[in-house]
């Protein structure tokens, strides 16, 4: 965070050049470029250096390290394999494609759900008269803004097989009890849940603001057409809160992609594979197994994998005119 | 009519607190499980009334360097919040104000690194930090942090910046005042509730961190959220000290989240919704 102190001088500089210019002209005209000269640079460049360092270091290092094999902490150094390691990814690697199926599955079905309910809980709550809104919501959000490792023990708690409050509740349905997180067949699930739970407030609440700022006209316009509920919301609101959910459903996505505390606290990817999330398997062969290279090769394709999906949704978002 | 809409008010309202309690139930059992004793947390079926016991708390700091994990924790979303919102205040000053070729695609690029999952740039930031002799420090994940947040600072704050009318800092400039000075003493004060916002939600971001904070530490820097899984491992699992550890690491997050409420949706998509 050096480059502060030194960036005080230029700007100085610069301006007293400027400012004859400035005062020579009239009043200048408020929507113009009011300056000339690159002075942005000086404000910019500390965190586009900063960004630099940090990010492109990353990426190029990473490539350059897919293309070695590279055992972290074996006396042999980096050996240069081309593109094997990639291939052997998409290739030879069948854990590799059972992850990505875990991570399709994980994504689709937590942004999924959590769109769905946080349409329901927005439109729900936008009935009710403002005021009281406030603490409503904030109640409700304290999922989404507690530490994930937090959550993850919340639901560990709740889901443990000896003392925990879901068998109780089972067992007072009359069900056997079950092992949430160690049966192959509910671990997946039982991790998405905890993902809803944490993450469908933070989706209703920005569906909410989308309800509150739409405009009243189309739907007066509606009702005197003689429009019913159903098709009010079908044709005036959908299409209006359309930018609102591709902001919200892009922001999950970028973000359930990335998860890894929770699978961390929860299941530790298993049982099997059942929970094994891209990152978790990214982790787990860069700092379990140490195979730097392959870690770095499985780190890119999952990169790509993020960029591909985002990239549909911010054109899409560009089509709707929304800045982001 | 009137009967109906009453009917449906009522419905509203009860849906609604069914709804909170539903969110709610999970945390307030975690309080519960942190205020038993490991007699009453081991009961089968659940107690909910049981005498409260504040031992847990107690045992956390006595049994475990939590304070020290806690110390850490501080210094380090600390630092990383203002690293963070000075180069971002800078940089959103300069994408906010000036008109400059490119700026949409800096922008763009500024956003696109938060895309970018942390497991990726771990490996190359893991090395280089074992390069400098840096890992297992607080240097490490505070580098790591501000970093990180950058991009999600300098967002924010363009929006906030973008609202004070451009005339205020052009009649500043008019009246003599460099560009920095016009900065400091006209965009700075008047953004400062963007500041105070987009701060509170570094720090907990910062502090929410948990990637980096297991990769790059070990004990020495190690941060809450890492500390707390190795609970599980250390000691079979005591719930009670899992339940207080995950409320006291919960508990300042709450409070600021009160805090920035108003702003809550705006920060945390970006400001793309306000």
Same mark, same amino acid.
């Given at each position: 965070?050096?480059?502060?102190?030194?960036?005080?001088?230029?700007?100085?500089?610069?301006?007293?050049?400027?400012?004859?210019?400035?005062?020579?002209?009239?009043?200048?005209?408020?929507?113009?470029?009011?300056?000339?000269?690159?002075?942005?640079?000086?404000?910019?460049?500390?965190?586009?250096?900063?960004?630099?360092?940090?990010?492109?270091?990353?990426?190029?290092?990473?490539?350059?390290?897919?293309?070695?094999?590279?055992?972290?902490?074996?006396?042999?150094?980096?050996?240069?394999?081309?593109?094997?390691?990639?291939?052997?990814?998409?290739?030879?690697?069948?854990?590799?494609?059972?992850?990505?199926?875990?991570?399709?599955?994980?994504?689709?079905?937590?942004?999924?759900?959590?769109?769905?309910?946080?349409?329901?809980?927005?439109?729900?709550?936008?009935?009710?008269?403002?005021?009281?809104?406030?603490?409503?919501?904030?109640?409700?959000?304290?999922?989404?803004?507690?530490?994930?490792?937090?959550?993850?023990?919340?639901?560990?708690?709740?889901?443990?097989?000896?003392?925990?409050?879901?068998?109780?509740?089972?067992?007072?349905?009359?069900?056997?009890?079950?092992?949430?997180?160690?049966?192959?067949?509910?671990?997946?699930?039982?991790?998405?849940?905890?993902?809803?739970?944490?993450?469908?407030?933070?989706?209703?609440?920005?569906?909410?603001?989308?309800?509150?700022?739409?405009?009243?006209?189309?739907?007066?316009?509606?009702?005197?057409?003689?429009?019913?509920?159903?098709?009010?919301?079908?044709?005036?609101?959908?299409?209006?809160?359309?930018?609102?959910?591709?902001?919200?459903?892009?922001?999950?996505?970028?973000?359930?992609?990335?998860?890894?505390?929770?699978?961390?606290?929860?299941?530790?990817?298993?049982?099997?594979?059942?929970?094994?999330?891209?990152?978790?398997?990214?982790?787990?062969?860069?700092?379990?197994?140490?195979?730097?290279?392959?870690?770095?090769?499985?780190?890119?394709?999952?990169?790509?994998?993020?960029?591909?999906?985002?990239?549909?949704?911010?054109?899409?978002?560009?089509?709707?005119?929304?800045?982001? | 009519?009137?009967?109906?809409?009453?009917?449906?008010?009522?419905?509203?309202?009860?849906?609604?607190?069914?709804?909170?309690?539903?969110?709610?139930?999970?945390?307030?059992?975690?309080?519960?499980?942190?205020?038993?004793?490991?007699?009453?947390?081991?009961?089968?079926?659940?107690?909910?009334?049981?005498?409260?016991?504040?031992?847990?708390?107690?045992?956390?700091?006595?049994?475990?360097?939590?304070?020290?994990?806690?110390?850490?924790?501080?210094?380090?979303?600390?630092?990383?919040?203002?690293?963070?919102?000075?180069?971002?205040?800078?940089?959103?000053?300069?994408?906010?104000?000036?008109?400059?070729?490119?700026?949409?695609?800096?922008?763009?690029?500024?956003?696109?690194?938060?895309?970018?999952?942390?497991?990726?740039?771990?490996?190359?930031?893991?090395?280089?930090?074992?390069?400098?002799?840096? &890992?297992?420090?607080?240097? +490490?994940?505070?580098? =790591?942090?501000?970093?990180?947040? %950058? *991009?999600? @600072?300098?967002?924010? $704050?363009?929006?906030?910046?973008?609202?004070?009318?451009?005339?205020?800092?052009?009649?500043? &400039?008019?009246?003599?005042? +460099?560009?920095?000075? =016009?900065?400091?003493?006209?965009? %700075? *004060?008047? @953004?400062?509730?963007? $500041?105070?916002?987009?701060?509170?939600?570094?720090?907990?971001?910062?502090?929410?961190?948990? &990637?980096?904070?297991?990769?790059?530490?070990?004990?020495?820097?190690?941060?809450?959220?890492?500390?707390?899984?190795?609970?599980?491992?250390?000691?079979?699992?005591?719930?009670?000290?899992?339940?207080?550890?995950?409320?006291?690491?919960?508990?300042?997050?709450?409070?600021?989240?009160?805090?920035?409420?108003?702003?809550?949706?705006?920060?945390?998509?970006?400001?793309?919704?306000?």
């Amino acid at each position: 965070m050096a480059p502060e102190a030194p960036d005080v001088q230029p700007p100085t500089r610069v301006a007293r050049s400027v400012h004859p210019t400035i005062a020579a002209t009239p009043l200048p005209q408020s929507r113009r470029p009011i300056a000339r000269v690159p002075v942005w640079l000086v404000f910019l460049g500390p965190t586009v250096f900063v960004l630099l360092a940090i990010t492109v270091f990353p990426l190029v290092y990473s490539l350059a390290l897919s293309l070695h094999s590279w055992t972290m902490g074996a006396r042999a150094g980096w050996r240069w394999v081309g593109l094997q390691n990639f291939a052997m990814v998409l290739r030879a690697d069948p854990y590799f494609w059972t992850s990505v199926r875990v991570t399709l599955a994980y994504v689709g079905a937590a942004v999924g759900l959590e769109l769905l309910l946080g349409l329901a809980i927005a439109l729900l709550l936008n009935r009710r008269a403002d005021g009281r809104g406030g603490t409503v919501q904030t109640l409700l959000i304290l999922p989404t803004m507690m530490t994930p490792v937090v959550v993850g023990i919340v639901w560990r708690l709740l889901y443990n097989p000896d003392l925990g409050f879901l068998n109780y509740v089972v067992s007072r349905l009359g069900l056997p009890p079950q092992h949430w997180l160690g049966d192959l067949g509910t671990a997946l699930a039982a991790v998405v849940v905890a993902d809803i739970w944490e993450w469908t407030p933070f989706m209703a609440l920005v569906m909410l603001a989308g309800l509150r700022a739409m405009p009243r006209d189309p739907f007066e316009a509606g009702a005197i057409d003689g429009a019913s509920g159903w098709q009010a919301f079908r044709y005036i609101t959908l299409p209006l809160l359309t930018p609102t959910i591709l902001v919200g459903v892009l922001i999950r996505l970028m973000d359930a992609f990335k998860t890894f505390d929770l699978v961390f606290v929860l299941t530790k990817g298993g049982p099997g594979m059942s929970t094994e999330v891209l990152s978790y398997y990214t982790y787990r062969y860069g700092f379990k197994f140490f195979h730097m290279g392959y870690a770095a090769a499985l780190s890119y394709v999952l990169l790509a994998i993020v960029v591909i999906i985002s990239q549909i949704f911010v054109r899409r978002l560009a089509h709707h005119e929304v800045e982001l | 009519m009137r009967r109906h809409r009453k009917t449906v008010d009522l419905f509203v309202e009860i849906a609604t607190g069914a709804i909170v309690l539903l969110f709610l139930f999970p945390v307030l059992y975690l309080i519960l499980t942190s205020l038993k004793t490991q007699v009453d947390a081991f009961q089968y079926p659940p107690v909910w009334i049981f005498r409260p016991t504040f031992s847990n708390y107690r045992e956390v700091f006595d049994l475990y360097p939590f304070g020290h994990f806690l110390v850490n924790s501080l210094i380090v979303a600390s630092a990383s919040t203002v690293a963070a919102v000075a180069l971002g205040a800078m940089a959103a000053y300069a994408l906010a104000r000036f008109s400059f070729r490119r700026s949409k695609d800096v922008a763009f690029w500024i956003l696109s690194i938060r895309m970018t999952p942390p497991v990726a740039a771990i490996i190359p930031i893991f090395i280089l930090m074992r390069m400098l002799g840096l &890992l297992d420090s607080w240097a +490490s994940l505070v580098i =790591a942090y501000s970093t990180m947040n %950058l *991009p999600f @600072a300098t967002w924010l $704050l363009r929006g906030f910046f973008s609202e004070i009318p451009r005339e205020l800092d052009e009649s500043a &400039l008019v009246d003599g005042c +460099s560009w920095f000075s =016009a900065f400091r003493r006209i965009a %700075l *004060p008047l @953004a400062a509730p963007g $500041l105070v916002v987009t701060a509170i939600f570094v720090f907990i971001f910062s502090w929410n961190e948990f &990637l980096f904070a297991l990769i790059l530490t070990a004990t020495k820097a190690q941060t809450l959220p890492v500390a707390v899984t190795g609970f599980i491992r250390e000691t079979g699992i005591m719930w009670g000290h899992m339940a207080a550890a995950g409320v006291i690491i919960m508990t300042p997050m709450v409070m600021f989240s009160l805090a920035v409420q108003r702003y809550m949706v705006r920060g945390l998509t970006m400001g793309a919704i306000k």
